[in-house]
């Protein structure tokens, strides 16, 4: 059975940080781009990140590029969001989800994890 759990979510004030992870059992994970996706009250869920099976192969929205970092340890199984600089219109549940055959439609998706950005 796959299984995305995520972890790291919380409350911070605006200008802090927060790093989620996400941890992959149930697949090859070494051949799977990962992804992490975030919907806010009233809005669609949107794709803030994405990293390929090969590390160096990463893409950002605009809303974040140059805040957030995607990262992955295939070691640990593990795929990890680095979020700085936040702001109030971060705040959203954030899912983490699994593309195995790399064809950029997601597969499998955690249960996402609440971020509240707010002082």
């Known amino acids: 059975q796959v299984r995305l759990v995520e972890s790291g979510g919380g409350l911070v004030q605006p200008g802090g940080s927060l790093r989620l992870s996400c941890a992959a059992s149930g697949l090859t994970f070494s051949r799977s781009a990962l992804g992490w996706f975030r919907q806010a009250p009233g809005k669609e869920r949107e794709c803030v990140a994405r990293i390929g099976w090969l590390s160096q192969l990463t893409s950002y929205a605009g809303s974040v590029k140059g805040r957030f970092t995607i990262s992955r340890d295939n070691a640990k199984n593990t795929v990890y969001l680095q979020m700085n600089s936040l702001n109030p219109e971060d705040t959203a549940v954030y899912y983490c989800?699994?593309?195995?055959?790399?064809?950029?439609?997601?597969?499998?998706w955690g249960q996402g994890t609440q971020v509240t950005v707010s002082s």
């Open positions: 989800a699994a593309d195995i055959d790399r064809d950029f439609a997601y597969d499998y």
